[in-house]
Every structure is written in structure tokens, then in C-alpha cells.
């Protein structure tokens, strides 16, 4: 069970990583009208990110 959670909690990193890549490349390539919501949706993933490697490591 904990390896199956611990290989979507996995997945769902690598999905977010990059989604945040993606912004990332979008909001630092082009000034845009959006940029500060951007931000804010880089700095969401971040924290996601960072939520979920500490669920992983609390499941070694």
C-alpha cells in the first residue's frame, strides 16, 4: 500500500514539476498582463511540491 501511495505521490511531483516549468518558462520569456497571478500559481506549486516530497519522505 505504501509503495503504490509512495509511486502516486511520486507521479503527481514529476506532473507538478512540470506544470511549474512550464510557468516558469512562460512568466520569465514574455512580460505579460498576467505575470503577477502567475507568480502567485509558481509560488502554489512550490508549496504543493514541497507538501507532497515531505509526505513521501515521512513514508520511508
Do not use: R
Not at 2 to 10: A, P
Not at 21 to 45: N, R, T
Amino acid at each position: 500500500m505504501k509503495t503504490n501511495q509512495k509511486e502516486n505521490l511520486l507521479k503527481e511531483i514529476i506532473s507538478l514539476k512540470t506544470n511549474l516549468d512550464e510557468l516558469k518558462e512562460y512568466f520569465f520569456s514574455d512580460f505579460c498582463k498576467q505575470c503577477f497571478d502567475i507568480k502567485d500559481k509558481i509560488d502554489d506549486y512550490e508549496k504543493k511540491i514541497s507538501e507532497l516530497q515531505q509526505n513521501v519522505e515521512g513514508l520511508d
